[in-house]
């Protein structure tokens, strides 16, 4: 059986139950949270080749650094680094390729499932489930126009999976709808026990994230997200990780954490995370094309990526009807900056690299 009928079989299946799952889903109650599920979960960078197709073996070698840094987890596919550019068989592809890496980690691997309805996410879910991922993680339907849709569109993934599932708190590019309310959560943690990590990223954070964290249990984690732009705040009033497309920083995340959980060193927390900040504030000093640069020439000088091609989306951040993809420039005087940053951050590297990376 060719990929393309085994995807075709998949949606086909889509709104059915995975055989076995509902009799083996524990009764509602409160439930520990997975003690896997907790730290830097950091989404991986999708990687292209020099004429755009996904590069799996470097996505491969990303996941093995991001276990090289000590990471707790790694997520892909997901939120807007080019997930919603990325065709059904390359995503499905990608979650066989980083299962299979990720058996020979230690690294926690989460693979996100979404969809435009609930027939699409469902395809993507049960592939997941096929490959044991430690946990997966769901945004809100593009086609969502109410909670009610929310509701029963999570309510079918409970159907299919028993492994921790983390919700994340708005969709994307497409989605219009509401994100769903702490209530809501709330609702699907006490009803699934698997439930009750989230992702939070919407409207006012600070306040969500303050009745989300009051609402545990039955809540179970609660991710900060943004960029990491919050995380130091976020960590003091109790959230238990952080969701970011920034797995470049695996390394210096992890550290933040680490001396977090310890309490024996603030002073190297707040010197950490500022620095990692001053990093992230790039994206003033660097837009546009340069902007999605910044973490391709990263890469791409950590000895992981091969190239700074990306895809990505059209004027207005809009899902082109072809993908559009191109090698990224910076100019000599852009990079000098991005390496003036690089550098107070070292302290807080793992010195080397690992055995694959050959930098360029």
Same mark, same amino acid.
């Given at each position: 059986?060719?990929?393309?009928?085994?995807?075709?079989?998949?949606?086909?299946?889509? +709104?059915?139950?995975?055989?076995?799952?509902?009799?083996?889903?524990?009764?509602?109650?409160?439930?520990?949270?997975?003690?896997?599920?907790?730290?830097?979960?950091?989404?991986?960078?999708?990687?292209?080749?020099? +004429?755009g197709e996904v590069d799996f073996d470097v996505l491969a070698n990303q996941a093995r650094f991001v276990d090289w840094c000590g990471c707790p987890g790694m997520i892909w596919p997901q939120s807007?680094?080019?997930?919603?550019?990325?065709?059904?068989?390359?995503?499905?592809?990608?979650?066989?390729?980083?299962?299979?890496?990720?058996?020979?980690?230690?690294?926690?691997?989460?693979?996100?499932?979404?969809?435009?309805?609930?027939?699409?996410?469902?395809?993507?879910?049960?592939?997941?489930?096929?490959?044991?991922?430690?946990?997966?993680?769901?945004?809100?339907?593009?086609?969502?126009?109410?909670?009610?849709?929310?509701?029963?569109?999570?309510?079918?993934?409970?159907?299919?999976?028993?492994?921790?599932?983390?919700?994340?708190?708005?969709?994307?590019?497409?989605?219009?709808?509401?994100?769903? +309310?702490?209530?809501?959560?709330?609702?699907?943690?006490?009803?699934?026990?698997n439930f009750g990590y989230v992702k939070e990223e919407a409207g006012s954070v600070i306040s969500r994230m303050r009745a989300l964290l009051a609402a545990r249990p039955p809540i179970r984690r609660?991710?900060?997200?943004?960029?990491?732009?919050g995380w130091l705040y976020e960590l003091r009033l109790g959230a238990e990780g952080l969701i970011t497309e920034r797995a470049v920083y695996a390394d210096v995340l992890t550290r933040i954490w680490?001396?977090?959980?310890?309490?024996?060193?603030?002073?190297?927390?707040?010197?950490?995370?500022?620095?990692?900040?001053?990093?992230?504030?790039?994206?003033?000093?660097?837009?546009?094309?340069?902007?999605?640069?910044?973490?391709?020439?990263?890469?791409?000088?950590?000895?992981?990526?091969?190239?700074?091609?990306?895809?990505?989306?059209?004027?207005?951040?809009?899902?082109?009807?072809?993908?559009?993809?191109?090698?990224?420039?910076? +100019?000599?005087?852009?990079?000098?900056?991005?390496?003036?940053?690089?550098?107070?951050?070292?302290?807080?590297?793992?010195?080397?690299?690992?055995?694959?990376?050959?930098?360029?």
């Amino acid at each position: 059986m060719t990929r393309r009928q085994m995807i075709g079989l998949a949606m086909a299946g889509a +709104s059915g139950i995975v055989a076995g799952a509902s009799e083996q889903a524990p009764q509602p109650g409160t439930g520990a949270a997975d003690p896997r599920v907790q730290g830097p979960f950091l989404i991986l960078s999708t990687p292209f080749t020099a +004429s755009g197709e996904v590069d799996f073996d470097v996505l491969a070698n990303q996941a093995r650094f991001v276990d090289w840094c000590g990471c707790p987890g790694m997520i892909w596919p997901q939120s807007g680094d080019s997930v919603d550019l990325l065709t059904t068989e390359e995503k499905l592809q990608g979650m066989e390729v980083l299962a299979k890496t990720a058996a020979t980690l230690r690294t926690a691997l989460c693979l996100g499932v979404q969809g435009k309805d609930t027939d699409e996410m469902l395809a993507f879910a049960k592939h997941a489930e096929e490959v044991a991922p430690t946990a997966i993680i769901s945004r809100p339907p593009d086609s969502g126009t109410t909670e009610d849709d929310l509701r029963g569109y999570w309510h079918a993934l409970a159907g299919v999976t028993n492994r921790p599932v983390i919700l994340q708190t708005t969709g994307g590019v497409a989605y219009k709808g509401p994100s769903p +309310s702490v209530e809501l959560l709330t609702e699907l943690a006490a009803d699934f026990p698997n439930f009750g990590y989230v992702k939070e990223e919407a409207g006012s954070v600070i306040s969500r994230m303050r009745a989300l964290l009051a609402a545990r249990p039955p809540i179970r984690r609660v991710f900060g997200a943004r960029g990491g732009l919050g995380w130091l705040y976020e960590l003091r009033l109790g959230a238990e990780g952080l969701i970011t497309e920034r797995a470049v920083y695996a390394d210096v995340l992890t550290r933040i954490w680490e001396l977090h959980q310890s309490g024996s060193d603030p002073a190297a927390v707040r010197d950490a995370y500022s620095k990692f900040v001053l990093m992230t504030n790039l994206s003033v000093t660097h837009p546009g094309d340069s902007l999605r640069g910044i973490q391709l020439y990263l890469w791409k000088k950590r000895g992981v990526f091969q190239n700074m091609v990306s895809r990505h989306y059209g004027p207005g951040r809009t899902v082109p009807a072809s993908p559009i993809f191109s090698e990224i420039k910076l +100019s000599d005087e852009e990079i000098a900056e991005i390496e003036y940053r690089f550098e107070a951050l070292k302290p807080y590297q793992k010195p080397g690299a690992p055995d694959f990376a050959k930098k360029v």
